[in-house]
């Protein structure tokens, strides 16, 4: 029996799906992401734009040495207890405040990190990845994250997937959704919302010229030929509102 190697890259894109499935059967009220985040066997947390965390799961918790309490204490001041050097600190607070710059909200962010546990001698490599999310009454976006051990991460996101309903559509196209650009899923949007080249360069003060071009982007990239197959994507990736 042949058995195929899963690629690094396979796996990252994986528990990237994950994020994405997970943050959108929320907002569907298909179930609410706290509750069953204690049962998910990854780190689930949610911080503000400041970072301090509004929410840990009991993974997160066991993997900070930490308590949603004691880190509710440390406020943005956790982040640097945690992180490897200042340096990787920076690194990663330069990247996090980009993404909410970007300011998509069906962007993922995803980067390696060494995580030091509060009061432990040792470092582990985690998988972190992240998208924007609306969390209960606060007025800013905060990023809902997934973290995964490096030397757990084959087999966390299939176990993800288990209890998730894998959805083999996102999976066939994950890779597509993620070479579009923020301006090419603002055209997605128009396009199947029924507007004219014309109505979208309007909307997105640009030229009709510049709508063409994005288009031509966008066919290029995905590879469909007709209307319901884009229907199809921009409903499964949240392009359609």
């Known amino acids: 029996m042949i058995t195929k190697k899963i690629t690094e890259a396979e796996i990252t894109d994986n ?29 689930i947390v949610i911080n503000n734009r ?12 066991q993997a900070l040495n ?28 330069d990247k996090v405040e980009a993404f909410y710059l970007e300011n998509d909200e069906n962007a993922v962010l995803s980067f390696f990190q060494r995580l030091k546990p509060i009061g432990a001698d040792y470092l582990e490599w985690m998988y972190i990845t992240s998208k924007l999310f609306k969390y209960k009454e606060e007025e800013e976006y905060c990023r809902l994250l997934v973290a995964c051990p490096v030397k757990n991460m084959g087999d966390m996101a299939g176990k993800i997937d288990r209890m998730l309903d894998e959805n083999t559509y996102m999976k066939r196209y994950f890779k597509q959704y993620a070479l579009l650009t923020k301006r090419e899923k603002d055209i997605i949007r128009g396009i ?12 997105l003060f640009i030229s009709r ?9 966008i066919n290029r990239k995905l590879g469909f030929n007709n209307m319901p197959d884009l229907i199809k994507f921009a409903r499964t990736f949240d392009l359609d509102i």
Not at 35 to 42: H, K, N, S
Not at 209 to 217: D, L, Y
């Open 15 to 43: 528990l990237s799906m994950n994020l994405l499935g997970l943050e959108k059967g929320h907002r569907q009220n298909k179930y609410n992401i706290l509750d069953i985040a204690d049962q998910l066997p990854v780190g």
């Open 66 to 93: 930490l308590t949603l309490a004691e880190s509710t204490e440390l406020g943005p001041e956790y982040s640097k207890k945690i992180i490897y050097s200042i340096q990787e600190y920076r690194d990663i607070t």
């Open 50 to 61: 400041q970072g301090a965390n509004l929410y840990l799961n009991r993974v997160s918790e």
């Open 192 to 203: 199947t919302a029924g507007s004219t080249n014309a109505q979208i360069a309007d909307e």
């Open 209 to 217: 010229h510049t709508v063409e071009q994005h288009r031509k982007n």
